[in-house]
């Protein structure tokens, strides 16, 4: 979430929030009204609801049982992907719909996070992709290519040299032309900028401990890790995917 884990592939130059998933692009009131029922309760289930989880195997002859069954999807019972996996079952009720438990959550999360108000960085009169390329240049340590840049930052980089432009315009980053090759800028920090950064740097993390507050310690480490690991494999094997 802070510079200095990037952003999500594809979610950096888009208008909208990033995921590709239905439930992304619900309106934030939606989390929000499952955060307001009390905790362990789930939604009210209607008619839909019933007709969507299978009554067990003999209900289903020969097809995968939902994953969401069981105690995994009492405990998930009141999200929003919850209640788009029960209206597949309950008109495709063959499809298995574990992957977009996950899928669907992660985008889910990433569309709200995007949603959220960064008030450290709207202060300061930034974006958060701007701010991503300050911290980018602050926590390398040296100076970057536009084209470093871009990969640091997971942007196009048409994106990144929009930012440059705005960013130089006020002050924040210097550009230094290559001695050899006069289509290669080396872009640094100016001293105003690196201020900027030190300065926003800890009230922005304090302010995503908030966001994150609806877990525990033990809870966020364990999420941690399995988005550490994700994220991994992923990023090792998507050409493989693709192709």
């Given at each position: 979430?802070?510079?200095?884990?990037?952003?999500?592939v594809?979610?950096?130059?888009a208008?909208?929030p990033?995921g590709?998933?239905?439930?992304?692009r619900e309106p934030?009131?939606?989390a929000?009204?499952?955060?307001?029922?009390?905790?362990?309760?789930?939604e009210?289930?209607?008619?839909e609801?019933?007709?969507?989880q299978p009554?067990?195997?003999?209900?289903?002859?020969?097809?995968?049982?939902p994953?969401?069954?069981?105690?995994?999807?009492d405990?998930?019972?009141g999200d929003?992907?919850?209640?788009?996996v029960?209206?597949?079952?309950?008109v495709?009720p063959?499809?298995d719909?574990g992957?977009?438990?996950?899928?669907g959550r992660?985008n889910?999360?990433?569309?709200?996070?995007?949603?959220?108000?960064?008030?450290?960085?709207r202060r300061?009169?930034?974006?958060?992709a701007?701010?991503?390329?300050?911290?980018?240049?602050?926590r390398t340590?040296?100076?970057?290519t536009?084209?470093?840049?871009?990969?640091?930052?997971?942007?196009?980089?048409a994106a990144?040299?929009?930012?440059?432009?705005?960013?130089?315009?006020?002050?924040?980053?210097?550009?230094?032309?290559d001695?050899?090759?006069?289509r290669?800028?080396?872009l640094?920090?100016s001293?105003?900028?690196r201020?900027?950064?030190?300065?926003?740097?800890?009230?922005q993390?304090?302010?995503?401990?908030?966001?994150l507050?609806a877990?525990d310690?033990?809870?966020?480490?364990?999420?941690a890790?399995?988005?550490?690991?994700?994220?991994s494999?992923?990023?090792?094997?998507?050409?493989?995917?693709?192709s």
């Amino acid at each position: 979430m802070t510079a200095t884990q990037g952003q999500p592939v594809g979610g950096d130059d888009a208008d909208g929030p990033a995921g590709g998933n239905e439930t992304a692009r619900e309106p934030l009131g939606g989390a929000d009204a499952a955060q307001r029922r009390p905790t362990g309760q789930s939604e009210p289930a209607g008619p839909e609801a019933t007709q969507s989880q299978p009554a067990g195997p003999e209900a289903a002859p020969g097809r995968p049982a939902p994953r969401g069954d069981g105690a995994r999807g009492d405990r998930a019972r009141g999200d929003t992907v919850a209640s788009v996996v029960r209206q597949w079952q309950a008109v495709r009720p063959e499809l298995d719909t574990g992957p977009m438990e996950i899928i669907g959550r992660v985008n889910r999360c990433a569309a709200l996070l995007q949603q959220a108000e960064d008030a450290p960085l709207r202060r300061a009169g930034l974006s958060r992709a701007e701010f991503d390329l300050l911290g980018a240049l602050r926590r390398t340590g040296h100076e970057l290519t536009p084209g470093e840049l871009a990969r640091e930052t997971f942007s196009s980089g048409a994106a990144v040299t929009k930012r440059v432009k705005q960013l130089t315009e006020r002050g924040l980053v210097e550009r230094r032309g290559d001695a050899r090759d006069r289509r290669v800028a080396h872009l640094r920090l100016s001293e105003a900028g690196r201020a900027l950064v030190d300065g926003i740097m800890p009230e922005q993390l304090a302010y995503e401990s908030a966001v994150l507050a609806a877990l525990d310690a033990d809870r966020q480490g364990e999420l941690a890790v399995l988005l550490g690991e994700l994220l991994s494999r992923l990023e090792g094997h998507m050409q493989a995917l693709r192709s």
